[in-house]
């Protein structure tokens, strides 16, 4: 299945950085590397960019993170952040990557950044790969699987791990609705919803926090990678810029926010980013009583989850909306996001009963 793995293209030149500076730092800092001879860029991921590092003679590959470029600000992209819980949850939680060393010499690309062990495998997206066929028990499987994951990162002891400095711990769901909440009104555009009423009653009905551990805020099919083989096992989980100290069912709404089911209709199709709707994929009240069942936590107050995870999903689609329309991003794609918000909110809007 070689052909069937995630694979990086030419490096957009905007985000083209010294290759002769970050060998040199590299040779200094990482033993056996060899040569470096072709950077690749990875499309996809999260807001920070991703590169295919390739070295001659050693044959080996590794992956470069760091900020877009000419970015800054450490706060919102912060390397020194992603390469520290890593590290820290290697040792407790096998499926994060092997991080190898963090660059905090601005001299050397102009950002942070850091290098880390290239996981091979595949990356599951809006749909299966060419080649890739999954009949519905082994879909179904395959999906529970895949939030067994998440289930044994909320398991972590965030003391073990070394990381009980890296949120702010207590009253994360309230900081959450706030948060969110506030996001949304500064982004605004003047042909966006009110959503009013729902803020309003998230901020009414939030519940406390059911307990605090490691969560990774963006845990989605096409954030894991599986093995090659026929097994499809989970080697590795990607992109833990956003994980903090947080309550574990809001993690869990976020990831179900995205799962698109196979009886979803045409709008919430377009919506969909990972091969949810295959026969015999679980439902969301499916992957949620999994969860719940697995970890010993009550459904009852679901709803609540459903509704922050759907609005927290239409707040990072209007604020992409709102760049769009400030004229800060021209990717075609995003003058639609505006007709997604209100499908959102007309969602939560129904699981509220208004």
């Given at each position: 299945m070689s052909g069937l793995t995630?694979?990086?293209?030419?490096?957009?030149?905007?985000?083209?950085?010294?290759?002769?500076?970050?060998?040199?730092?590299?040779?200094?800092t990482v033993d056996g590397l060899g040569e470096l001879t072709e950077v690749r860029q990875y499309p996809g991921g999260a807001s920070n960019l991703t590169y295919l590092l390739r070295f001659a003679g050693t044959g080996r590959e590794l992956i470069l993170r760091r900020p877009p470029a000419g970015h800054k600000a450490r706060?919102?992209?912060?390397?020194?952040?992603?390469?520290?819980?890593?590290?820290?949850?290697?040792?407790?939680?096998?499926y994060v990557p092997n991080v190898l060393a963090l660059c905090e010499d601005l001299a050397?690309?102009?950002?942070?950044?850091?290098?880390?062990?290239?996981?091979?495998?595949?990356?599951?997206?809006?749909?299966?790969?060419?080649?890739l066929t999954l009949a519905p028990e082994r879909a179904r499987e395959l999906a529970f699987r895949v939030f067994d994951r998440l289930i044994e990162l909320h398991e972590v002891d965030p003391e073990v791990a070394g990381l009980t400095d890296l949120g702010k711990g207590a009253g994360y769901v309230e900081r959450q609705v706030l948060g969110w909440n506030d996001r949304y009104t500064l982004a605004r555009t003047d042909d966006s919803p009110d959503c009013s009423e729902v803020m309003a009653w998230l901020a009414a009905n939030r519940?406390?926090?059911v307990r605090i551990c490691v969560i990774h805020n963006d845990f989605r099919f096409d954030n894991v990678v599986l093995d090659g083989s026929s097994t499809l096992d989970v080697v590795g989980v990607l992109d833990?810029?956003?994980?903090?100290?947080?309550?574990?069912?809001?993690?869990?709404?976020?990831?179900?926010?995205?799962?698109?089911?196979g009886d979803d209709d045409e709008t919430a199709q377009l919506l969909r980013r990972q091969p949810s709707h295959l026969p015999g994929m679980p439902t969301r009240a499916e992957l949620v009583d999994h969860y719940c069942s697995r970890m010993g936590l009550s459904t009852a107050n679901w709803t609540f989850y459903e509704v922050f995870g759907q609005f927290r999903l239409a707040v990072i689609m209007q604020q992409i909306y709102y760049r769009y329309r400030a004229g800060q991003t021209h990717n075609p794609a995003f003058q639609h996001f505006g007709r997604f918000v209100d499908y959102l909110h007309q969602r939560c809007r129904a699981a509220i009963g208004r």
């Open positions: 995630d694979q990086p293209g030419v490096v957009r030149d905007e985000d083209a950085f010294d290759t002769v500076a970050v060998a040199a730092w590299l040779g200094s706060s919102a992209h912060d390397m020194r952040r992603e390469y520290r819980v890593q590290r820290q949850l290697r040792p407790v939680y096998p050397v690309l102009g950002s942070d950044f850091y290098v880390m062990e290239r996981l091979e495998g595949i990356i599951l997206r809006g749909d299966l790969p060419d080649g519940p406390d926090d833990w810029e956003m994980a903090t100290l947080g309550d574990p069912l809001m993690d869990l709404a976020g990831s179900v926010a995205y799962w698109v089911q």
